[in-house]
């Protein structure tokens, strides 16, 4: 696999929310608008390649048995520490995102790479990988929070279009099954085409 | 309310265009080719060679086992060839071809129209005597009588339905014979029911055949325990389960036989065939048979020599009508379309009906729309979609489970879907591998 | 021989019914509702009506054509059923675009999406009013009250329906008895005379559809009568105990959409189970839901969503309810 | 692949126990450095709420919050009176309403002295969007009725069950809530006067 | 190191110990033997789960291939050759060689050379046509058209031919895991060996009739007339049933029976396209006569059979 392609199947032929469905429960809650999307798709990406790093440098120091628990924490150390952060710093964007960035510990993306790829990679390319990955995954986000803000509320990352309200059910969580349904859809499109 | 059974069925338009037509004597052919395998079970085994010389009713090929029968000459000449010929079922098959020359009868058969009313054997020699006349049930099934006879050890038999329904649209053969035979049919009857040892017999006829329900009432009073029984016009009434059902109110068990709620059935054409074979001494080896259709120029009932091909008893007809689209061996709801008409006409050949172009294409299939017309229609209550889906999916476990094995292809599903789906072919390819499945479990 | 004759395994009978004929049916028995909602409501409800039918028809042609790249058949009558139940589901005054997304919505997502007529797991029509009511609840509640022959479209007189008034009323701890003088009485909701939906005013017309529908075996007795007799006997019993309360089963049964739902919302083939036991848990269960609903739920209505959530239990009746089979036998009898 | 550690007891112990001590020590660290700027900006926000709802001020309505009782037991309101110099002008008013169609909804009510509405805003409501939302100033301008208001003369109930407040369209139900957590405010802010 | 920062590690680190004894204890207590080498096998498969090598699945295959004592009985027809070397390679065996193999199928009947003697409109499906009668032609040994075989195939490696009505193998994708050959009710595919180059040489018809009668119902039938048999010098063709079949390990692909068939019943797939060469093509002067495309029946069938298909993915989606 050459360097190239590591970094950008994420982003299309193996997206983690439009092929491999996983992370669902943020991608479904947080996408609201496409800001919010790409702010939670960024603070993604950064566990993601923080803690691919981490998980590809002590892979071989790590018995098989704890390897899950062992990442798990390596994990939850960097969701804290981003959570800490932005509650310092990002208030305002706090505000809105703070429920779901405990989330990101669980989200089977970080803990999926983590053990399907940095586990067996090298740092470089685990870096690649979920760098690729996490874009991947920002990208779905906030495709999914744009056309959401789009039907729903008639605005794009906050700029409003249109007089009067959107369709509400959009920007509830029928609507966001409703429209991740299409994108599959969509995704499975291209990607078989 | 006239009686009829509780569940599901279809009535198709009834279409019974010869019902006024007498039966006639069809002439008899240059030539026949009888089939071994005229039956349900094993193929008989011919005992006569090439150039053999046969007479009518001369027994020319074996009962090569329980469920078997015994098949007869139906003309006098000479075996030509016994050849793998074309059959009804579009595979074809062993049988013995005879060119006819004259028309010479076996000496022991009483060829007296009288009609005989004492029964002198025993119920043991009668069945044995059905079994040798080669006598299998004439309403389409075509399962060796004597078999159906035979009450199982532990098992009584209660009451002889006999089978006047001929449910099936176009059909009147049996129509024909009841009103035309309706003595030596009582007298078939009483027979059968000597044979059986039961004391009452039902007589079912659906209401659209009044006259012969009105003959044979007005007969009956001279026959003791044999009743009439009109029943309300229901497509399948004419199947064992739905006529013990409708007549008697008792539901055969799946997968059990009629014997088991005490009952047997046969078929009016069975017992007049009965009532030649013990009276007259004459084995089965002609019958009645309807040619018709809509387009067909004169719809008419034949008694015919069983080996004539279609070919003559259409052309008797008026010949191949010029917007033929298909030609059915049997009735239009469970007969077999065949590929030619160039074929013989065997024991079970009820009727021939030709379907003129317009009539003879189905639908084109499209999806289910699951207005569950199938499912109200099923006189079994199955789910025909339900049985067409798996046993498409080949999952013959499934179909097993959902109980496939207990459909009678009457084709009501078919016939009702209003997206039309072949709901019944599927249903038994299902019945097919199942059957296979359940065989090879015994194994 | 000059012509090939044609082989097929039997039945060689082919019915009368297909698709278009059943589909006519239902479209026949609608035609009463159509004409009192036009009656009541006038120019809105023609227009609510056309934009409706048409726009299904158009998606339809579309998406069969475009997306699923097959025969378009839209004269089958089912787009047309989609789009006039969705008309009736309305109020008459909704704009013409917000109909269009409903259309859309019916026929694109509850239908088209699912592999179109026969696939569908739930009811397009009412996925489409559900949209509507979550996507503009302010427009798909607000009712114009009934003037006869009245040619006013969007600026109609507005009013709240006899089931908004009641729920409203029993917030606020007023008793049954004084919120009953606020609405129609009884004959003038039988006939349709009262705020509400296009086809959900006139009971008298909608049982006219049910008895020519059942006249014509469209459809059976089933899913219709367990309905509405689970919600009078369900009304009944609360209010029997506590009449003031709890309105009567008359008033239940009138107002709404139940008998609309049930005739012709809950009797849709593709969304209704197969069999006839399954088809009265089915109806059972939806005058269950509804009474809920409307007793304990948020929304003073709740025929749509009860027929909703009982779609999405028919795959499982019909896995689990099967036919009385001839010849069962009973175990251990 | 390179020699892994075998999945024996010394070794798992050894690193469970070594990786949750460097995450442990990391985040104990993060905390302390982040713990100021996150007090801070809570803070912020608290003020800048306060500061929205009541007229200009000099003093820190945070030090001088008192918390009184409401009707409901084992809740309070939280009281920020604002002082420009010494002078009271007015009073935010932390209050909260469980008649909201989902969960508690808190507003910032502020009064001037005389108990005349100054302005509201919202500090958390979880109400349906497109609906009930707009009782948030970002939504619309619905909430602007109550400024300049004084509930003395200004029935504190919806126009639908006989008030003077006008509901949101069709989220009369969130709209009675916001009422009656002004209602509780002001009725405190009254009792307290005294 | 203020108390929060100590209080943090201490609890933390309490939790990874604890979680770590509990781990150890548990992965004791639970531990199953399972043999490594199954997954490992597993692995190396190409996982397409055909059912091709007679085993459910592709690990139901590796599990037998730990358990069994040689790989004699098993292959998978799939990977073919490289995969059951590394296969033997994990379980320390030797690999045995088997030749590569592909479908061929044995009518050649197309419309053109096989009249029509009824329509057939019944269910889209070979096994209930086969159920019903013999088939739309005099021939009740040959394809029915009706494309199970192409429905079976896991691969993608069968299509029909609209012009001929007869299946035809794509080569290259063909992995000669047999679901075709048991889908055809009429036994019509066979599965034979690649063949040095690809080349082969099979007799394409299965009809056991007489000669005069197979003739009369498909020009390109095998009549029986032993012109082959008598020609071949390795003793690779045998005549039963009014029928020739090679026996591909015998044959040497000399190709003389071919230059001797009367009726072309024996068919040749030696050139470099790699692609089996149907006799429509041999005989282009024939093709062009034929005008068989606009026959109505044909049309309706292949739209039916379209529709059927579209239902079918339609279903299989729903689930």
């Not at chain 3, 009712?143 to 009323?169: C, F, H, I, N």
């Not at chain 3, 709740?302 to 009973?330: D, T």
């Not at chain 4, 909260?96 to 989902?102: A, C, K, N, P, R």
Request: proline share 5%; charged share 20%.
């Amino acid at each position: 696999m050459s360097k190239l392609t590591i970094l950008t199947k994420g982003i299309i032929k193996e997206n983690a929310v439009f092929v491999l469905f996983l992370g669902l429960c943020p991608t479904l809650g947080t996408t609201t608008s496409a800001i919010n999307g790409l702010a939670m798709g960024l603070a993604t990406t950064f566990v993601l390649v923080m803690s691919n790093i981490v998980v590809s440098m002590v892979k071989s120091l790590i018995p098989d048995k704890v390897r899950i628990p062992a990442f798990i924490v390596i994990i939850a150390t960097f969701v804290t520490v981003v959570e800490l952060t932005m509650q310092a710093f990002l208030p305002d964007l706090f505000e809105v995102l703070g429920l779901f960035i405990p989330l990101i510990v669980v989200n089977c993306v970080i803990l999926g790479r983590a053990e399907a790829f940095a586990s067996k990679n090298n740092v470089f390319d685990s870096v690649l990988d979920g760098l690729g990955m996490g874009l991947g995954f920002a990208f779905a986000l906030t495709v999914l929070g744009g056309i959401r803000e789009i039907l729903g509320s008639g605005a794009l990352f906050g700029f409003s279009f249109m007089e009067g309200d959107g369709m509400l059910i959009f920007v509830l969580a029928p609507g966001a099954f409703i429209v991740l349904g299409y994108l599959i859809a969509i995704s499975n499109k291209i990607n078989k085409a | 309310m006239l009686k009829t059974f509780s569940r599901g069925g279809v009535h198709p338009p009834e279409n019974k265009l010869s019902a006024v037509q007498t039966i006639e004597q069809l002439a008899l052919p240059k030539m026949v080719t009888i089939p071994i395998s005229q039956h349900i079970g094993a193929p008989s085994t011919p005992i006569v060679k090439k150039n053999d010389l046969v007479k009518v009713g001369q027994i020319i090929a074996k009962s090569s086992g329980f469920v078997s029968a015994n098949i007869h000459s139906s003309v006098s000449g000479k075996v030509i060839k016994i050849d793998s010929v074309m059959d009804s079922s579009g595979y074809k098959k062993q049988s013995i071809i005879i060119q006819v020359d004259g028309d010479e009868w076996e000496e022991s058969i009483n060829r007296d129209p009288q009609l005989i009313k004492e029964i002198n054997l025993s119920s043991e020699e009668i069945i044995k005597k059905v079994g040798d006349a080669g006598i299998v049930g004439l309403g389409g099934a075509t399962f060796p009588s004597q078999v159906k006879l035979s009450v199982p050890k532990g098992m009584t038999a209660e009451i002889l339905i006999i089978n006047g329904v001929e449910c099936e649209p176009y059909l009147t053969a049996d129509h024909r014979l009841m009103l035309e035979k309706g003595d030596e049919l009582m007298v078939g009857t009483k027979i059968l029911m000597k044979a059986l040892n039961v004391s009452k017999a039902v007589i079912g006829i659906e209401n659209n055949k009044r006259d012969a329900i009105e003959h044979l009432t007005s007969l009956s009073s001279n026959y003791e325990g044999i009743t009439i029984q009109a029943l309300k016009v229901q497509y399948p009434q004419g199947g064992e389960k739905q006529l013990i059902k409708a007549v008697i109110n008792r539901e055969v068990p799946s997968g059990g036989l009629p014997i088991a709620v005490g009952a047997v059935v046969h078929n009016v054409g069975t017992a007049y065939a009965v009532y030649e074979a013990i009276q007259k001494n004459k084995p089965l080896f002609e019958r009645i048979v309807t040619v018709t259709g809509k387009s067909v120029k004169n719809p008419a009932n034949y008694l015919a020599r069983v080996g004539t091909s279609l070919t003559e008893l259409i052309e008797a007809s008026g010949g191949l009508p010029e917007d033929t689209g298909k030609v059915i061996s049997g009735g239009p709801m469970m007969g077999k379309a065949l590929n030619t008409i160039d074929i013989p006409m065997t024991k079970g050949t009820s009727g021939v009906l030709i379907i003129p172009v317009g009539e003879s294409r189905r639908g084109v299939v499209q999806d289910c729309i699951r207005c569950a017309k199938c499912v109200s229609v099923c006189p079994m209550g199955l789910e025909p979609y339900l049985l067409m889906t798996v046993s498409e999916q080949q999952n013959y476990e499934r179909t097993e489970s959902e109980r496939a094995m207990d459909c009678i292809e009457c084709g009501s599903c078919s016939y009702t879907c209003p997206s039309n789906r072949p709901l019944l072919d599927y249903i038994r390819l299902g019945k097919a591998e199942v059957g296979a499945i359940i065989r090879s479990r015994k194994a | 021989m000059s012509k090939l004759l044609t082989v097929s395994p039997s039945p060689h009978n082919y019915g009368k019914d297909t698709i278009k004929s059943l589909m006519y049916g239902v479209l026949i028995a609608l035609i009463p509702t159509t004409v009192v909602s036009l009656y009541f409501f006038g120019l809105g409800a023609l227009i609510v009506i056309l934009t409706s039918v048409f726009s299904a028809l158009i998606f339809e042609y579309l998406i069969t054509k475009y997306i699923l790249k097959k025969e378009p058949s839209l004269l089958d009558g089912s787009a047309i059923i989609t789009g006039l139940l969705l008309a009736f589901n309305v109020p008459s005054n909704l704009p013409i675009i917000i109909i269009i997304i409903g259309a859309l919505v019916a026929i694109g997502v509850a239908k088209m999406s699912f592999g179109g007529l026969g696939n569908n797991p739930f009811n397009p029509a009412l996925v489409g009013r559900v949209f509507l009511l979550i996507s503009f609840p302010v427009q798909m509640t607000s009712w114009p009250v009934p003037v006869q022959s009245r040619m006013q479209y969007l600026d109609a007189v507005t009013g709240a329906t006899p089931l908004g008034l009641m729920k409203e009323g029993l917030r606020n701890g007023e008793p049954v008895s004084d919120l009953m003088t606020q609405i129609p009485n009884n004959m003038q909701m039988f006939i349709g005379n009262m705020g509400g939906s296009l086809g959900e005013v006139a009971g008298i017309a909608i049982l006219l559809g049910l008895v020519w529908m059942l006249y014509k075996k469209v459809i059976t007795w089933h899913i219709p009568v367990s309905m509405i007799g689970t919600i009078i006997i369900l009304t009944g019993i609360f209010w029997l105990i506590n009449p003031d309360k709890y309105a009567d089963p008359v008033f239940h049964v009138l107002t709404g959409g139940v008998l609309l739902g049930a005739v012709f919302m809950a009797t849709d083939y593709v969304t209704s189970p197969m069999t006839t036991k399954g088809m009265l848990i089915f109806g059972t269960g939806i005058g269950l839901l509804t009474v809920v609903i409307r007793l304990f739920g948020a929304y003073p209505e709740g025929v749509s969503f009860a027929i909703l959530i009982m779609n999405a239990f028919v795959p499982l009746i019909n896995i689990y309810v099967k036919p009385k089979r001839f010849g069962e036998v009973i175990k251990n009898g | 692949m390179a020699s892994k550690t075998e999945s024996t007891f010394r070794n798992m112990l050894l690193a469970l126990f070594v990786v949750s001590f460097i995450s442990a020590t990391t985040l104990g660290y993060v905390y302390e450095f982040t713990k100021e700027p996150i007090a801070i900006a809570k803070l912020k926000k608290k003020i800048a709420a306060i500061k929205k709802v009541v007229p200009e001020f000099t003093n820190d309505p945070n030090a001088d919050m008192y918390k009184i009782a409401s009707d409901i037991k084992g809740d309070t309101l939280e009281f920020y009176p604002a002082y420009k110099d010494s002078e009271l002008v007015g009073t935010a008013i932390k209050t909260f309403s469980d008649l909201g169609f989902t969960k508690r909804i808190y507003l910032m009510v502020g009064f001037l002295a005389d108990g005349t509405i100054h302005n509201i805003s919202v500090l958390e409501h979880a109400e349906t969007p497109g609906l009930g939302d707009k009782m948030d100033k970002k939504k619309s301008k619905w909430s602007e009725q109550f400024n300049g208001k004084n509930p003395a003369n200004y029935k504190l109930i919806v126009s639908k069950d006989g008030g003077d407040v006008d509901a949101i369209t069709a989220a009369t139900i969130s709209s009675r809530a916001y009422t009656d957590a002004v209602d509780r405010a002001y009725k405190a802010f009254i009792e307290n006067k005294k | 190191m203020s108390e929060i920062v100590i209080y943090t590690i201490v609890t933390v680190s309490a939790i990874g110990i604890l979680a770590a004894i509990i781990l150890y204890f548990a992965a004791k207590k639970f531990h199953v033997v399972e043999d490594p080498r199954i997954d490992d096998i597993e692995e190396a498969l190409p996982s397409a789960n055909c059912g091709g090598c007679g085993y459910p699945g592709c690990r139901n295959f590796a599990e037998a291939c730990v358990k069994a004592e040689n790989l004699a009985d098993l292959f998978c027809p799939v990977g073919g050759n490289d995969v059951m070397k590394d296969v033997a390679g994990i379980l320390g065996q030797e690999a045995i060689e088997k030749a590569a193999q592909v479908a061929v199928i044995r009518c050649s009947g197309s419309f053109e050379y096989r009249p029509r003697t009824n329509n057939y409109d019944g269910a889209v499906n070979c096994t209930v046509a086969a159920n019903l009668y013999s088939g739309d032609t005099g021939c009740q040994y040959g394809c029915l058209g009706l494309g199970e075989c192409v429905d079976a195939c896991t691969f993608d490696a069968m299509y029909m031919d609209e012009k001929t009505g007869l299946p035809v193998v794509i080569q290259d994708q063909c992995t000669a895991c047999g679901d075709c050959v048991r889908a055809c009710p009429k036994d019509i595919i066979e599965l034979r060996n690649q063949g040095k180059k690809d080349r082969r040489i099979f007799v394409s018809c299965i009809n056991e009739d007489k000669g005069g009668v197979a003739k009369k119902n498909c020009s390109v039938a095998c009549i029986g007339c032993t012109k082959c048999e008598k020609v071949c010098n390795y003793d690779a063709i045998k005549i039963e049933n009014f029928l020739a079949y090679i026996d591909f390990t015998k044959c040497v692909l000399c190709r003389k029976c071919i230059a001797v068939c009367p009726t072309d019943a024996i068919h040749e797939t030696n050139f470099p396209l790699r692609r089996i060469k149907s006799p429509v093509e041999k005989k282009t002067v024939v093709k062009e006569k034929a005008v068989v495309t606009d026959n109505p029946d044909l049309v309706n069938i292949a739209k039916k059979k379209q529709e059927s298909n579209d239902n079918e993915a339609e279903s299989k989606d729903k689930e």
